[in-house]
C-alpha cells in the first residue's frame, strides 16, 4: 500500500517508465522484437526505393534543355507571357516566405521535422530557381535582338546560347519542379482525407490553420498555374528522382529519433507520453502517426504512403499533359521555331 502511494505522487511521465518497468519481461520483450522487425521492414522499404531510384537515375536517358524551358512562357501568343510568368514567381517566392518566416524563428526544429515544412521549402526554392531562370532568360532574348542590329553583340550572344551551364540549370528546374509537384499534391490528399478525420482534438486547430490553408491548399493553385504558364517538359521517368524526396525525410526522421537518447526507444516501443508529440511543449517524436515505428503495421504505412506518392507523380504529369495539350500538339511550333532560329543564327555568325 504505501508503495502505491509513492507511485501516485510521481509526475505523470516518471509514473509512466516506472509502471513500463514492472511488465512482465516476456511481454515487454515480445513487443521490442515486434518493434525491432517493424524498423527492420521500414528500412528495408526505404532501401529499396532508395537503391531503386539511384540505379534508375543513373539508367535514365540524357535531357539537354535550354534556358528556354526554364524561364520562357509556355503560351507563345501571349505578348507579354514571359514577363508575367517572372512577375507570378517573383510574387509566389515572397508569398513562401512570408509564411515560413514566422516558422523558422519560432522553433525552427520543430516545424523542420515535418514533411509539410521540408517541402514547403524546396517549393520557396523553386520559385527562386525559376524567377532567376526567367531573369536569365529575358536578357538573353534583350541580347539577341540586339545582335539582330549590332552585330558587336555576337560573342555574349552565343555564350548564352551554347553554353552547357544553362542547359544544367534547366535540368535542376526540372528536376525540383517534378519534385515539388508530386509532394503538394500528395500532402494535400494525406491532410484532407487522412490527417484531418483521424484527429482526436474537435477544433481541429492543427490542420484548420493560416499556415495549412497556404500549405495545403494554396500550394497546389500555384503548381496548376506553374504547369500551365511554363515550357518546361516533364518526363515520367523522372519519378524515379522525385521519390528521393520523400525517402531521405523518412530516414531524417528515423535518424533523429535514434540519435536522441531520450526519445530513442520509441523506434521500438510505446511508452506513454515520451513518445507522443506535443505541440504546447515543443516535444517532437513522430511528426505523423503512421511512421510510428513501434507499430505492428508500420511498414504497410510506409508502402502505402509510397504507393500515394506514385499516383501524385502521375497525376501531376497528367496535368501537365492537359495543360500542354496545344503544344504538344505542334499548335504553337511555330513560334518555337522562329524563336530557335534566331538563337542558330547567332552561334553560326560565331567562327
Not at 143 to 149: D, I, K, L, Y
Not at 232 to 237: D, K
Request: aromatic letters at 12%.
Amino acid at each position: 500500500r504505501a508503495r502505491a502511494v509513492r507511485l501516485d505522487a510521481f509526475p505523470l511521465r516518471q509514473g509512466i517508465v516506472v509502471l513500463a518497468t514492472r511488465e512482465p519481461a516476456p511481454v515487454r520483450a515480445a513487443r521490442v522484437a515486434m518493434g525491432a522487425v517493424s524498423v527492420a521492414l521500414v528500412l528495408a522499404c526505404l532501401g529499396v526505393c532508395g537503391v531503386g531510384s539511384f540505379v534508375a537515375f543513373r539508367f535514365l536517358p540524357e535531357q539537354r534543355l535550354d534556358l528556354r524551358a526554364a524561364g520562357a512562357c509556355g503560351l507563345r501568343s501571349w505578348r507579354y507571357g514571359d514577363e508575367v510568368l517572372l512577375t507570378f514567381r517573383m510574387l509566389w517566392v515572397v508569398w513562401a516566405l512570408a509564411v515560413l518566416i514566422p516558422l523558422w524563428t519560432e522553433e525552427a526544429f520543430f516545424h523542420m521535422t515535418f514533411f509539410t515544412i521540408w517541402s514547403f521549402t524546396l517549393l520557396a526554392v523553386y520559385g527562386v530557381s525559376a524567377a532567376s531562370a526567367s531573369v536569365a532568360y529575358l536578357c538573353r532574348r534583350r541580347r539577341q535582338r540586339e545582335w539582330a542590329t549590332n552585330s558587336s553583340t555576337v560573342p555574349d550572344a552565343v555564350a548564352l546560347v551554347s553554353g552547357g551551364a544553362s542547359s544544367r540549370w534547366a535540368r535542376l528546374n526540372q528536376m525540383l519542379l517534378t519534385t515539388v509537384s508530386a509532394a503538394a499534391l500528395m500532402l494535400d490528399l494525406v491532410l484532407w482525407c487522412l490527417l484531418l478525420p483521424t484527429d482526436p482534438d474537435k477544433s481541429k486547430h492543427a490542420e484548420l490553420n493560416f499556415e495549412s490553408y497556404n500549405m495545403h491548399g494554396l500550394n497546389l493553385v500555384v503548381i496548376v498555374v506553374e504547369l500551365a504558364l511554363n515550357a518546361m517538359p516533364l518526363r515520367i521517368w523522372d519519378l524515379a528522382v522525385a521519390v528521393l524526396w520523400p525517402t531521405v525525410y523518412s530516414l531524417f526522421t528515423l535518424s533523429r529519433i535514434a540519435l536522441d537518447p531520450s526519445i530513442s526507444r520509441c523506434l521500438l516501443e510505446d511508452i506513454g507520453e515520451i513518445c507522443q508529440t506535443s505541440r504546447d511543449s515543443w516535444h517532437m517524436v513522430w511528426p505523423y502517426f503512421f511512421m510510428d515505428t513501434s507499430k505492428p503495421f508500420a511498414a504497410v504505412w510506409y508502402i502505402g504512403m509510397a504507393v500515394i506518392f506514385v499516383l501524385a507523380y502521375c497525376a501531376v504529369f497528367a496535368i501537365w499533359r492537359a495543360t500542354k495539350r496545344s503544344t504538344l500538339d505542334g499548335a504553337e511550333a511555330p513560334a518555337v521555331v522562329a524563336e530557335a532560329a534566331v538563337a542558330s543564327g547567332v552561334a553560326s555568325a560565331c567562327p
